[in-house]
Antibody
Framework: QVQLVESGGGVVQPGGSLRLSCAASGMTFSSYGMHWVRQAPGKGLDWVVVISHGGSRADYADSAKGRFTISRDNSKNMLYLQMNSLRAEDTAVYYC?????????????WGQGTTVIVSS | DIQMTQSPSSLSASVGDRVTITCRSSQTINFYLNWYQQKPGKAPELLIYTASSLENGVPSRFSGSGSGTDFTLTISGLQPEDFATYYCQQSYSPPLTFGGGTRVDIK
């Protein structure tokens, strides 16, 4: 059974940085594209970024370009999101999600999420 | 970017009702449309992918249809556990985008 466990969330001041991690188990991690999707309090779902299974390609939402960096370590079954220059509007629950095998833009299994609060 | 528009934004229904939610994309996405269910305080779950394929373990009362720009999620015989928020999402091309969500409440 696929399990994705996020960590690293917390409270950070505007302009600060945070690194989120996602530990994957129950799957051949290196075979799947992986995503971060976020949800601001009381709002809808907002896709942030995807990384290909090998890590060679990443696509970002405009809101994340230049500030966020996704990476993965397939030897450790780990996904990361480095977030810099954080803004109040980045406050959200951040979900780690694996893409489906047939089309990794389809969002298959979701983690439980980790909460990021950007506030002074 | 491809814009996704869901309607209605909320609806009230009774157990046993047939419920239909629509999703429209701002440009053609063929059949690259997925539906998710989210219950309060929980992560979303994939219900339907590529417009009409039911994810493993999802009850057959859920069905999806459509192609091009217009899509529909139907729940045939609403059950108490179906009261939730539903989102559509295009998987045609990044940036991936979601509809605004449809909240299904108990009438």
């Amino acid at each position: 059974q696929v399990q994705l466990v996020e960590s690293g969330g917390g409270v950070v001041q505007p302009g600060g940085s945070l690194r989120l991690s996602c530990a994957a188990s129950g799957m051949t991690f290196s075979s799947y594209g992986m995503h971060w999707v976020r949800q601001a309090p009381g709002k809808g779902l907002d896709w942030v970024v995807v990384i290909s299974h090998g890590g060679s390609r990443a696509d970002y939402a405009d809101s994340a370009k230049g500030r966020f960096t996704i990476s993965r370590d397939n030897s450790k079954n780990m996904l990361y999101l480095q977030m810099n220059s954080l803004r109040a509007e980045d406050t959200a629950v951040y979900y780690c999600v694996n893409g489906r095998a047939g089309n990794y833009y389809e969002l298959d299994v979701w983690g439980q999420g980790t909460t990021v609060i950007v506030s002074s | 970017d491809i814009q996704m528009t869901q309607s209605p934004s909320s609806l009230s229904a009774s157990v046993g009702d047939r419920v239909t939610i629509t999703c429209r994309s701002s440009q053609t996405i063929n059949f690259y449309l997925n539906w998710y269910q989210q219950k309060p305080g929980k992560a979303p779950e994939l219900l339907i992918y590529t417009a009409s394929s039911l994810e493993n373990g999802v009850p057959s009362r859920f069905s999806g249809s459509g192609s091009g720009t217009d899509f529909t999620l139907t729940i045939s015989g609403l059950q108490p556990e179906d009261f939730a928020t539903y989102y559509c999402q295009q998987s045609y091309s990044p940036p991936l985008t979601f509809g605004g969500g449809t909240r299904v409440d108990i009438k």
